[in-house]
């Protein structure tokens, strides 16, 4: 069942529409029924119906992220409890924004259920304002749980898409903090995220050949396979996925791709290595984001004197939309970066000032909700 994944539509607010589903309800007293007799009593479902926090756009009730991880958080409970504690780590549930008292319009992106006070028990050890913390709780990405009690354990949205994070990431208030600036990346690309994603390269067509092809042209084959295959080059690949089976329905790249779904971070880890006793970044999590599937494959050298990588084009490494001509030089492509965005070693063929080891290795030309070429 996925009533929601294609429709979603926000959340109705906080205010109880009693009476306006009796079916559902008598359908919640025959499960509450059945649960008791059951050997397998679900406890989180005996106070299902108080509080109420109202229903979405098709009447199915909201419970509230504290029911949620009455069980998620429980290893007794459910096989993995890693979505608990990287939700509870996200700024998703931040205790200290704003607090429950705040206007109705600030609420509807900061806590549209009205559940982030319940949140107030795991953050004790934090400030949190004195009409109590809000939270974007988890039905406001995977839908009303009265559909997971009612269908469990099914859930009505278990991969929530970007039209779920585009309820909020919109176009945000005038004057909103959050965009800023301030000379760094922090809250440059905030704003208008959805819009922004709409018209990208990436929410275009979705690959469904093969998982050769899913790997880098779609979002399910992304984080299926890029965490075996990272680093290796077009033969490789080639050689290693087409073993794999091809994913039916493949959507298109998009948030879910490139953040973690609960700690919003990046799908990448930086490649640090051990210099003089010292960490170095040798290439950032938003560079090896990026490249895993706008492939190039560089060499570095170690400056011992400045303490940063100096990094040109390994040539014997071929991405799998490239190809070398005769004299040993990327063919120029419309499809790659490799020929044109780093130089060679002997200069034989230039590059843009791109560097591999910062946060912003990319952002400094290309909004990567865009996915456009840079305008000047
Ligand atoms: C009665 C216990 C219980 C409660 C309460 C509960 N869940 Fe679950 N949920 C489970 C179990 C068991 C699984 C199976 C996965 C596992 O064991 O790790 C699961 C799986 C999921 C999945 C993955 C589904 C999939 O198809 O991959 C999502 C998403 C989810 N739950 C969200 C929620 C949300 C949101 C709530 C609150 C509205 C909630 N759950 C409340 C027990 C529960
Ligand atoms: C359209 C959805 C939306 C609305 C409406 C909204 N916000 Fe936000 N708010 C966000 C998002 C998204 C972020 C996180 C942005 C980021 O840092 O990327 C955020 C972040 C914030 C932060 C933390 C930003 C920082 O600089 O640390 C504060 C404080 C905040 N909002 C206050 C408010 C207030 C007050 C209102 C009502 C006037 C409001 N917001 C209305 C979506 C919204
Ligand atoms: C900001 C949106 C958002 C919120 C809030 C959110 N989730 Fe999720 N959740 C996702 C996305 C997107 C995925 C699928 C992609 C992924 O695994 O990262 C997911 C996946 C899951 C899964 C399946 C994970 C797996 O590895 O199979 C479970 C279980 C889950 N969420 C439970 C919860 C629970 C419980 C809460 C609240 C405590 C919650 N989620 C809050 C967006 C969210
Ligand atoms: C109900 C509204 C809502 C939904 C749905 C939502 N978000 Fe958010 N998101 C926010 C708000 C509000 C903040 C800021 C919270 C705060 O600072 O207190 C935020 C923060 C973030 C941040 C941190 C930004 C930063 O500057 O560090 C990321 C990343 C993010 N969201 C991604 C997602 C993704 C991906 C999804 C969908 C899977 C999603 N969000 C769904 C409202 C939402
Ligand atoms: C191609 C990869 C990619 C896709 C797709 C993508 N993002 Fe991002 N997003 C990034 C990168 C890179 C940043 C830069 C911040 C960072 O380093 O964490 C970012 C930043 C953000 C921020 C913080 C903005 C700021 O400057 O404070 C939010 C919120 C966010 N993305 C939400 C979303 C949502 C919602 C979607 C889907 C509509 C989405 N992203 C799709 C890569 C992506
Ligand atoms: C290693 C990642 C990767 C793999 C594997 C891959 N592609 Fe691509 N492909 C890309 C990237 C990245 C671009 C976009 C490059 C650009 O526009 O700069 C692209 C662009 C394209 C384009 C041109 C843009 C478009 O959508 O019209 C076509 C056609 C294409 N790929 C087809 C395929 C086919 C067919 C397969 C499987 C046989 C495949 N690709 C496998 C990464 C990959
Ligand atoms: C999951 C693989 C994947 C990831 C991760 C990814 N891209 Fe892409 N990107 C593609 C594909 C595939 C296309 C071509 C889409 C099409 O035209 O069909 C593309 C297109 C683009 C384009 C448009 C190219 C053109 O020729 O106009 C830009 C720019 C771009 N991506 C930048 C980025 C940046 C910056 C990042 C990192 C924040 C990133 N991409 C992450 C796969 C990816
Ligand atoms: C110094 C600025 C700069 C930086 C940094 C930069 N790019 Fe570009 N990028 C450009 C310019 C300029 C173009 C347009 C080139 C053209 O039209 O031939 C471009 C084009 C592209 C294209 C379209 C394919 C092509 O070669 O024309 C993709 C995809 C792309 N960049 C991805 C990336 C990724 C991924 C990163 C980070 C690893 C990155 N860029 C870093 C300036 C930059």
Same mark, same amino acid.
């Given at each position: 069942?996925n009533?929601?994944n294609?429709?979603?539509?926000? !959340? %109705?607010?906080?205010?109880l529409?009693? $009476? =306006?589903n009796l079916?559902? @309800?008598? &359908?919640?007293?025959t499960?509450?029924?059945f ?5 397998d009593a679900?406890?989180a479902a005996?106070n299902?119906?108080?509080p109420?926090?109202g229903?979405?756009a ?5 419970v ?9 958080e429980n290893p007794g409970?459910?096989?993995n ?7 509870l780590?996200s700024?998703h549930a931040t205790?200290?924004?704003?607090g429950a008292?705040a206007?109705?319009q600030c609420?509807?992106?900061?806590d549209p259920i009205?559940?982030?006070?319940n949140?107030?028990?795991?953050f004790t ?9 809000t ?7 995977h839908?009303a749980?009265?559909?997971?009690w009612l269908?469990?354990?099914e859930?009505?949205? !278990? %991969?929530p898409?970007?039209q779920?994070? $585009? =309820?909020?990431?919109?176009? @945000?208030? &005038?004057?909103?903090s ?8 922090t809250?440059?690309y905030a704003?208008d995220i959805?819009?922004?994603y709409?018209?990208s390269?990436h929410?275009g067509q ?5 998982a050769?092809?899913?790997?880098c042209h779609?979002?399910?084959g992304f984080?299926a ?9 077009g033969?490789?690949?080639t050689e290693?996925?087409?073993g794999?089976?091809?994913?039916a329905d493949p ?13 919003g971070e990046l ?5 640090v290595?051990q210099?003089d006793g010292k960490?170095?970044t040798?290439y950032?999590?938003?560079?090896n984001?990026?490249t895993a ?5 560089l060499?570095a ?12 084009l390994?040539?014997?490494k071929?991405p799998?939309h490239?190809?070398l001509?005769d004299?040993?030089?990327p063919?120029?492509?419309a499809w790659?970066i490799w020929?044109t965005?780093?130089?060679t070693k002997d200069g034989?063929?230039g590059?843009?000032?791109?560097n591999?080891a910062?946060?912003n290795?990319?952002?400094?030309c ?5 996915a456009s070429?840079p305008?000047w």
């Open positions: 069942m009533r929601i294609d429709n979603f539509s926000p !959340p %109705t607010g906080r205010l529409q009693l $009476g =306006q079916a559902l @309800l008598l &359908a919640i007293f499960l509450l029924l649960t008791a007799c059951s050997s679900d406890p005996d299902i119906l108080d109420l926090y229903t979405d098709e009447g199915a009730r909201y509230g992220a504290d029911r949620c991880l009455s069980c998620h409970k459910v096989t409890t890693d979505p608990a504690a990287t939700y780590a700024r205790p200290g924004t704003i008292d206007d109705q609420l509807a992106c900061h009205g559940d982030g006070l949140l107030g028990p795991w050890d934090h400030q949190q304002p004195p009409a109590g913390m939270a974007v709780g988890c039905e406001a990405c839908g749980g009265t559909l997971h269908n469990f354990p859930h009505p949205n !278990p %991969t898409d970007y779920a994070c $585009g =309820q909020c990431h919109q176009a @945000l208030p &005038a004057g909103h959050a965009y800023a600036g301030q000379g760094s990346f809250g440059y704003d959805l819009d922004t709409r018209g390269a929410a979705v690959n469904k050949i093969g050769l092809c899913q790997r779609s979002d399910e984080r396979y890029a965490g075996q295959t990272v680093g290796m080059d033969e490789e690949l290693f996925l087409p794999a089976g091809a994913i959507s298109p790249i998009q948030c879910r791709t490139c953040h973690d779904g609960h700690t799908r990448a880890s930086p490649t290595v210099k960490e170095i040798k950032s999590r938003l560079f984001l990026c599937c706008h492939q190039v494959f060499k050298e170690y400056s011992a004197a400045e303490q940063v990588f100096v990094y040109y390994d040539t014997e071929i799998f490239g190809a001509d004299a040993g030089l063919v120029p492509s790659v020929d965005h780093f130089a034989a063929r590059g843009w000032p791109v591999p910062s946060e290795a990319c952002m400094g290309h909004d990567p909700h865009a070429k305008v």
